[in-house]
């Protein structure tokens, strides 16, 4: 029995000692959390005007509505270093350093081979946050590490057919005279080669026929080399002046020149302009009519001017057009304007293409991709990430899982979401590409960014955040 009593003491001795144990555990750690808790800060804003901060309750003194709580930790307030990024190299000419270049390349002014040149540059930090844990409860970012990439990028444009100036051509008239009929109807005629489009009353050319005739006939006769000569000069004489060596032979076999000689067509094309009519006469040199040959047009576009630096001869262009639809026509731009319209603020590029169906017309629209394919493989981050204030572009930096900075970076050209960083980030740098809202709002509450003044005008203006 004594010993029973004995081990029940032992037990409540030991229940006891455990309970005041863990009661002095929770009051230590209840101490820590009041010591902790000293730390923290109070104040009050408003929601609509941040640089309003007040140590009691109460109302905006601008817009009169009722101030917010905000808590804080004195350590938000610690400052950050400033972190190295290392730039693009840029490549110079060795005694001409103002001379640079982004790749490497030859000075154009020496022509020695140009040198790299390495710069350091701080990181512009506008902002810093330190976020509690009771805010990292409702913050769910998406990080995204700086890397590089091959860009390229599919500029949309608007196209229109034009008749290709290398294609036109004429029918002029070789020799003096008068018309006497003409086979083209009107203009917007076809017009293939060996077609018959004029008769004409050329003295001159009935002389030359009646050479040929007599020049024949004396060869035949007496097979001398000096009529042969004769024979072969009159007969070029005729062809230089547009007759068919099947007319000439028919004269010989006729043994008459015809007083209208027909004038066959030496070009294929479309009648852009028929100056040939009954009666008038023309002069050697003068055209009887103009034509357009449709086989091969061109297509002309207009590219923005923040795309006209990007634009080069060689380029790939995909064709879609309405008059065709579901038919893709490839070509490479042949020709870059060198001047931008200063009305439209675009620039002439051009290519050329085959129309051997003849299904394209002069005036019809097309759709056109023009696809560019950049050099190198720069810095790129997503779109998203970027808070563009219209007066600068800004990302928030990953430093900890609690602590960010605003910094602003240059940026260069875009591709698919995702955007060149010239300055200001460096490669394996994480950037915070969904959620940032929180850290904007954040950075807001507490003093704003470095350069309150211009952002607020931003915020005025009501600029675009892609978050």
Request: aromatic share 8%; proline share 4%.
């Given at each position: 029995?004594?010993?029973?009593?004995?081990?029940?003491?032992?037990?409540?001795?030991?229940?006891?000692?455990?309970?005041?144990?863990?009661?002095?555990?929770?009051?230590?750690?209840?101490?820590?959390?009041?010591?902790?808790?000293?730390?923290?800060?109070?104040?009050?804003?408003?929601?609509?005007?941040?640089?309003?901060?007040?140590?009691?309750?109460?109302?905006?003194?601008?817009?009169?509505?009722?101030?917010?709580?905000?808590?804080?930790?004195?350590?938000?307030?610690?400052?950050?270093?400033?972190?190295?990024?290392?730039?693009?190299?840029?490549?110079?000419?060795?005694?001409?350093?103002?001379?640079?270049?982004?790749?490497?390349?030859?000075?154009?002014?020496?022509?020695?081979?140009?040198?790299?040149?390495?710069?350091?540059?701080?990181?512009?930090?506008?902002?810093?946050?330190?976020?509690?844990?009771?805010?990292l409860k409702h913050f769910y970012p998406e990080y995204f590490p700086v890397t590089n990439m091959k860009m390229s990028k599919k500029v949309r444009l608007l196209g229109s057919v034009l008749q290709s100036e290398e294609k036109e051509s004429s029918i002029p008239?070789?020799?003096?005279?008068?018309?006497?009929?003409?086979?083209?109807?009107?203009?917007?005629?076809?017009?293939?080669?060996?077609?018959?489009?004029?008769?004409?009353?050329?003295?001159?050319?009935?002389?030359?026929?009646?050479?040929?005739?007599?020049?024949?006939?004396?060869?035949?006769?007496?097979?001398?080399?000096?009529?042969?000569?004769?024979?072969?000069?009159?007969?070029?004489?005729?062809?230089?002046?547009?007759?068919?060596?099947?007319?000439?032979?028919?004269?010989?076999?006729?043994?008459?020149?015809?007083?209208?000689?027909?004038?066959?067509?030496?070009?294929?094309?479309?009648?852009?302009?028929?100056?040939?009519?009954?009666?008038?006469?023309?002069?050697?040199?003068?055209?009887?009519?103009?034509?357009?040959?449709?086989?091969?047009?061109?297509?002309?576009?207009?590219?923005?001017?923040?795309?006209?630096?990007?634009?080069?001869?060689?380029?790939?262009?995909?064709?879609?057009?309405?008059?065709?639809?579901?038919?893709?026509?490839?070509g490479s731009i042949d020709f870059v304007d060198p001047i931008l319209d200063m009305h439209s603020r675009t620039l002439k590029i051009r290519t050329t293409i085959q129309n051997s169906t003849g299904k394209l017309k002069p005036g019809m629209v097309a759709d056109?991709?023009?696809?560019?394919?950049?050099?190198?493989?720069?810095?790129?981050?997503?779109?998203?990430?970027?808070?563009?204030?219209?007066k600068r572009k800004v990302v928030w930096q990953k430093v900890s899982n609690k602590q960010f900075r605003a910094i602003e970076i240059h940026t260069g050209h875009e591709s698919e979401g995702y955007v060149e960083v010239k300055h200001g980030l460096s490669l394996?740098?994480?950037?915070?590409?969904?959620?940032?809202?929180?850290?904007?709002?954040?950075?807001?509450?507490?003093?704003?960014?470095?350069?309150?003044?211009?952002?607020?005008?931003?915020?005025?203006?009501?600029?675009?955040?892609?978050?």
């Open positions: 029995m004594n010993n029973f009593r004995l081990i029940f003491l032992t037990l409540l001795l030991t229940v006891s000692f455990g309970c005041t144990k863990e009661a002095e555990n929770k009051a230590s750690m209840d101490t820590k959390e009041e010591v902790h808790d000293h730390t923290s800060k109070t104040f009050y804003t408003c929601a609509m005007h941040p640089q309003i901060k007040e140590d009691k309750p109460g109302k905006c003194p601008i817009c009169h509505m009722n101030l917010t709580k905000i808590e804080f930790d004195e350590s938000d307030k610690e400052e950050m270093k400033e972190k190295k990024v290392v730039v693009a190299p840029t490549w110079i000419c060795k005694d001409y350093p103002d001379v640079t270049s982004e790749f490497e390349d030859i000075c154009p002014i020496d022509g020695s081979p140009m040198i790299m040149k390495m710069d350091d540059q701080v990181s512009k930090v506008i902002a810093k946050v330190k976020l509690r844990k009771s805010q008239a070789r020799i003096s005279g008068r018309v006497e009929k003409v086979f083209v109807k009107s203009t917007g005629s076809l017009i293939r080669v060996g077609d018959p489009v004029i008769k004409i009353y050329s003295p001159k050319l009935i002389t030359a026929g009646e050479e040929y005739l007599l020049a024949k006939k004396s060869f035949l006769k007496t097979k001398s080399k000096e009529f042969k000569d004769m024979l072969k000069q009159s007969e070029e004489r005729l062809r230089l002046w547009g007759v068919k060596k099947k007319q000439y032979n028919s004269w010989y076999r006729k043994g008459v020149i015809p007083k209208s000689i027909v004038i066959y067509s030496p070009a294929t094309g479309i009648v852009r302009k028929r100056n040939a009519v009954v009666g008038k006469y023309f002069k050697e040199g003068q055209n009887f009519f103009e034509l357009s040959d449709l086989s091969v047009v061109w297509v002309e576009m207009d590219v923005y001017e923040q795309d006209a630096g990007i634009v080069s001869l060689g380029q790939k262009v995909e064709l879609e057009f309405t008059s065709v639809p579901g038919t893709i026509i490839e056109a991709i023009l696809t560019i394919n950049f050099e190198g493989t720069p810095l790129v981050i997503p779109r998203t990430a970027i808070i563009d204030t219209g394996g740098d994480e950037v915070v590409m969904e959620g940032s809202f929180v850290l904007d709002a954040q950075a807001q509450l507490f003093g704003g960014y470095e350069d309150p003044t211009s952002e607020m005008d931003s915020k005025k203006n009501a600029p675009v955040h892609n978050h």
